[in-house]
């Protein structure tokens, strides 16, 4: 069934269709009106599960961890200072291998004062082990996270996810999006069926001390099984296609990559804008193409390596900086995609912050610049900060 | 489209992206994301394709520009970026002459806030004039047809459904593209 | 309990498969509570604070025992009983 919503409501929606037993959010702009929704839902009967109240995100967090121990499916969602709050728990998340879902409308950190979208909040979480997804837009964002659960729930998965959508350029943003129908969800997604959980018949303690001499050996699963969750996640996508008619590449997509003498990697909202841009010099004659990142945890390091074979230059477009040496996604390419042997010219472009406009002009500037580097056979700088009010780049 | 808050200017770009939807076509309707606050200028933007649409990024170079208010004109800038042969729709009861519209850009006019006042719409301090104007503009748009705005305005409207869809339909009524 | 030799062996999240029941912490002891009926009021205040739950009362009424095996001896029973029914005696054999 077609309707016009934001991807706020798409999320909600999701976490309905996926029967989800146990919500405790905590509102925060742009992500307030997912929490709304689904009070209203509560309310109106139409959630299958509870909706609690809670006093910050942490104990949001804190919360669904316990609710998932004793089996429940659970979901939340925050944005950027939400989300830091959270940072403690999200680390426990992980180890404690609960595959809990929560939907993050990403947004700047604060200080200066900033609710606008922004990547900072989510590329600042990367090292808690939670898997990462990437939206493009409002139906993605409802196909991610029922697709999410089905993931995070695998037996040989079973670490949780976040599911990303630019804050306020999704979040806020009407489209038209497909819902699909309960029966095929409940089809496609089976009740989370965990093979330990709390009972009170065979008390148990959960998450206890580890000595030194074994501690290792329990992260090292974690790595081992965010590895494998890479299979898991092109397997449930096909499935999702065949079930639903929509597939989203999996971890990866190539876009317009086939010929390309450029190519421009990125993740979230902008990819759309990047997709159409692409297509509009592609009639003018520029071989220009997209790559869009829509797993970054785990990382899709094989499926980026191809990309060592397929073009000579790389831009990477960041809305975060990580104060090191560009922005998350640059840095997680460049780990990604260099091997001993080296790779392809590679640039990053950060821009967008703080809810700053990157337009399709933008998207024109970059691409020509990557054309150039490509003609000229070297990088001018590795990170360019567009567009800045110094005269960088193109400022609109 | 132009417009204070609390005129609807946001409810206003949603119905429009419904009807669009209805109509077949595809739509992306948001708000320019500043602070919102009673009185303050509020800018909300609709784009409507055929194909497919993509783009998440601001509209720069509108087709269209729809004013809610045209005090808003002395202080914002709300033709900027407006198409050559891109068209504008006023709430007004004044004459283009007297609104001192320079520029080759065809010009409507409707009294969306007579409109609204008859159907009870707000208060004669706030009056509610987005489904009056909008209902003006798909005379002006005609691949959105009024029937399909008509049901978007039923379902968006938060309050006074059939009171804000006769405003819709009284407006389309008398609008004539000058 | 599972054999555990590598990562492979270890459970889907991070569990215990063995009950604490099977510490005795009853040797760590220096000093023992010993319990005189004849003055206990039966107010269950020593129950009520044993932090390793070792005062037991089988049913309601009945006289508390202690649980040797597990009493580690911190003597907050014999604090807090208000008529002065317990008394804490240096353990035997330490």
Known sequence: MIEVMTSNYAAAHGARLAKVEVIAAYPITPQSSISEKLAEMSVKGELHGQYILVESEHSAMSLLIGASYVGARTFTATSSQGLALMHEMLYWATGARRPIVMIVASRAMAPPWNIWGDQMDVIGERDTGWMQFFCENNQETLDTIIMSYKIAEDRSVMLPAMVVEDGFILSHTFEAVDLPNQDDVDDFLPKFNPELKIDFNDPRRFGGLVMPDWWSEFRYRIAQDMEGAKKKIVEVDKEFGKKFGRTYGGLVEFYNCDDADVVLALAGSAVGTAKDVSDKMRERGKKVGVVKIKALRPLPAEELRKLNDMVPVVGVFDRSFNFGHGGGIFSEMRNGIYTPDGGPLIKNYVGGMGGRDFTPKHMEWVFEDLLRIKKEGKVDRMIEWIPLRDGTGRWY | ?178 | MPILETYKDLPSTPVTFYSTESNKTGTWRTVRPTFNESKCTRCYICWKYCPDLSVEVANEGDFPKIDYDYCKGCGICANECPSEAIVMEKEAHK
């Open chain 2, 1 to 178: 489209m132009h417009g204070r808050g609390g005129q609807g200017a946001v409810v206003a770009s949603e119905m429009l992206a419904r009807a669009a939807v209805k109509d077949g076509m595809h739509a992306s309707a948001f708000p320019f994301f500043g602070v919102e606050r009673r009185g303050c200028p509020v800018t909300a933007f609709c784009r409507i394709d055929d194909k497919p649409i993509r783009i998440h990024a601001g509209i720069y170079e509108p087709d269209y520009v729809i004013v809610l208010d045209p005090g808003l004109m002395t202080l914002v800038d709300v033709f900027q970026g407006l198409k050559p042969d891109g068209k504008i729709l006023i709430n007004t009861t004044r004459t283009r002459e007297e609104l001192a519209i320079k520029g080759p850009n065809k010009v409507v006019t409707v009294d969306a806030t007579g409109i609204a006042l008859k159907r009870g719409l707000g208060s004669e301090t706030a009056p509610i004039v987005n489904t009056a104007i909008i209902g003006a503009f798909v005379k002006m748009f005609p691949k959105i047809s009024i029937d399909s705005l008509l049901e978007s305005v039923r379902e968006a409207a938060p309050v006074k459904k059939e009171e804000n869809a006769s405003a819709a339909k009284d407006a389309y009524e008398i609008t004539k593209e000058v």
